[in-house]
């Protein structure tokens, strides 16, 4: 399990997130909700290593993790899908692919075939540069060059941002089957709410870097949860 207590963060003189909690469960979907600017991202990147926090504590299996990197925590296990993709777009899609074995030892550094079972279009594509593919493909090969690492914990920050309605529906088949395996955890950054709330076992909604509404999907109203997202975009 990863799990994040009292998290702060500052960029110069400016607060971003203030005391932050959440934790990401095997066999669980852990919501991260609100609205552009809000510090979703910010958050990911703390959970990932990629920048330092100014505060509070990130626990894996119970182990303080202290100040850590994001190579330290790939090799951890925990994966991270970021906004953007960040694929690489000279190389082929099976060279993108390949850059995820870097966390893993010499014996392990294969493609699995559940990999193209989970995305069959990149197996008619694996010879084409990742920057050919449109964007619902690239998404699909950064989700799939994260699990190559074979994660303990998935990171995906706003994975249907641009993507087209039936690419959508098969990223959430692949999230839902990922989370039924029954030993990974997932944190899902997502503005799609019905997407969210559909795969959602923990929700977390931050206003202005804050946490405003948190809880499991049984303590949760769905018309509650809605509002409160619907009337800060509004706002």
Known sequence: MLEATDLTLHYGGSQILHGIDIAARPGSVTCVMGNNGVGKTSLMNLL??????????????????????????????????????????????????????????????????????????????????????????????????????????????????????????????????????GDMAIVLVEQFFDFAWDLGDEFLVLERGRAVMQGSRASLARGDLHARLAGHAAA
């Open 48 to 181: 990932a290593g990629r920048h330092p926090r100014s505060g509070g504590t990130i626990r894996l299996d119970g182990t303080d993790l202290g100040r850590i990197t994001a190579q330290q925590m790939a090799r951890l296990g925990v994966g991270y899908v970021p906004q953007g993709r960040a694929i690489f777009p000279m190389l082929t899609v099976r060279e993108n692919l390949e850059t995820g074995f870097a966390c893993l030892p010499r014996r392990d550094r294969r493609i699995p075939d559940t990999i193209f079972d989970s995305f069959p279009v990149l197996a008619e594509m694996a010879h084409r540069r990742g920057g050919d593919l449109s964007g619902g493909q690239q998404q699909q090969l950064a989700i799939a060059r994260a699990l190559i690492a074979k994660p303990r914990v998935l990171l995906l920050d706003e994975p249907t941002e641009g993507i087209q309605p039936n690419i959508i529906a098969g990223i959430g088949r692949v999230i839902a089957a990922l989370r039924d395996r």
